[in-house]
């Protein structure tokens, strides 16, 4: 069984969700040293308590703040961490400014912002900071950059088409890289809906913060719709991610 036995892990968006449990399948593997970034420094600080708490497989564990749309922070992460072997990055927060008629609609007409700027911050993060990564980041030989992204460029949804164009461009930028970067590897993962990024309401017991922006009354309309609409039947977990 392959193992990541002396492998230096970077995981960018590392302190919850589908990062989160890289980290700690990472350890599991007994990678060397695992590296989680963020934005939030309490959120890493608790994030690497926890990995340490869970004694797996005893590898290194650090934490790092970054910013991860700014090219800047992203070069200042990667010179300190210098080389490594594997890079994941999941940093990204849902935008849902665009995304949900009604409640949304209000905001749209009456903002003074221009719509492209409401999505800035996204792209700024999604993608541009994948370049910066690209750009700066010193990957050792039989390495690999791993970028997560949602379906929504395979299967469109309404109301989303400016999302659906951001990720459509991470897709994109994910062919290029793999030409421009090897033989270091470049994939993108597509998850679906995931229980991780709902955060708890009614009677469904799940957590954390990405969908806070949802209105309590179609929180849990959203939830259940999306369910129905897994063949596998349930929103995913981080597990059946990192895996």
Same mark, same amino acid.
């Not at 033989?183 to 229980?195: D, F, L, T, Y």
């Not at 009677?203 to 897994?230: G, I, M």
């Given at each position: 069984?392959?193992?990541?036995?002396?492998?230096?892990?970077?995981?960018?968006?590392?302190?919850?969700?589908?990062?989160?449990?890289?980290?700690?399948?990472?350890?599991?593997?007994?990678?060397?040293?695992?590296?989680?970034?963020?934005?939030?420094?309490?959120?890493?600080?608790?994030?690497?308590?926890?990995?340490?708490?869970?004694?797996?497989?005893?590898?290194?564990?650090?934490?790092?703040?970054?910013?991860?749309?700014?090219?800047?922070?992203?070069?200042?992460?990667?010179?300190?961490?210098?080389?490594?072997?594997?890079?994941?990055?999941?940093?990204?927060?849902?935008?849902?400014?665009?995304?949900?008629?009604?409640?949304?609609?209000?905001?749209?007409?009456?903002?003074?912002?221009?719509?492209?700027?409401?999505?800035?911050?996204?792209?700024?993060?999604?993608?541009?900071?994948?370049? #910066?990564?690209?750009?700066?980041?010193? =990957?050792? *030989? !039989?390495?690999?950059?791993? /970028?997560?992204?949602?379906?929504? +460029?395979? &299967?469109?949804?309404?109301?989303?088409?400016?999302?659906?164009?951001?990720?459509?461009?991470?897709?994109?930028?994910?062919?290029?890289?793999?030409?421009?970067? #090897?033989?270091?590897?470049?994939?993108? =993962?597509? *998850? !679906?809906?995931?229980?991780? /990024?709902?955060?708890?309401?009614? +009677?469904? &017991?799940?957590?954390?913060?990405?969908?806070?922006?949802?209105?309590?009354?179609?929180?849990?309309?959203?939830?259940?719709?999306?369910?129905?609409?897994?063949?596998?039947?349930?929103?995913?977990?981080?597990?059946?991610?990192?895996?």
């Amino acid at each position: 069984m392959a193992t990541l036995a002396n492998k230096i892990i970077l995981i960018i968006g590392g302190s919850s969700g589908i990062g989160f449990g890289v980290a700690e399948a990472s350890l599991k593997s007994f990678a060397k040293t695992v590296i989680i970034a963020s934005s939030n420094k309490e959120r890493v600080e608790k994030a690497v308590k926890r990995l340490t708490g869970a004694k797996l497989g005893g590898g290194e564990i650090i934490g790092r703040v970054v910013n991860a749309g700014n090219e800047e922070s992203i070069k200042g992460l990667l010179d300190d961490v210098g080389e490594v072997d594997h890079i994941i990055f999941t940093s990204g927060r849902l935008e849902t400014t665009l995304a949900f008629p009604g409640w949304i609609l209000i905001k749209l007409k009456t903002t003074t912002v221009e719509i492209s700027f409401l999505f800035k911050d996204s792209l700024d993060l999604r993608l541009w900071g994948v370049v #910066a990564v690209a750009k700066h980041a010193k =990957i050792r *030989s !039989g390495g690999s950059l791993t /970028l997560t992204s949602g379906t929504l +460029a395979i &299967k469109p949804a309404p109301t989303l088409s400016v999302a659906i164009a951001g990720a459509g461009a991470l897709h994109t930028l994910t062919s290029g890289l793999a030409v421009d970067l #090897a033989p270091i590897r470049v994939n993108i =993962i597509c *998850s !679906g809906a995931k229980e991780k /990024l709902l955060k708890q309401f009614s +009677a469904f &017991k799940v957590d954390t913060e990405l969908w806070d922006d949802l209105p309590p009354s179609y929180k849990e309309s959203f939830l259940k719709d999306t369910t129905k609409k897994l063949l596998v039947g349930h929103l995913g977990q981080p597990d059946e991610v990192r895996f």
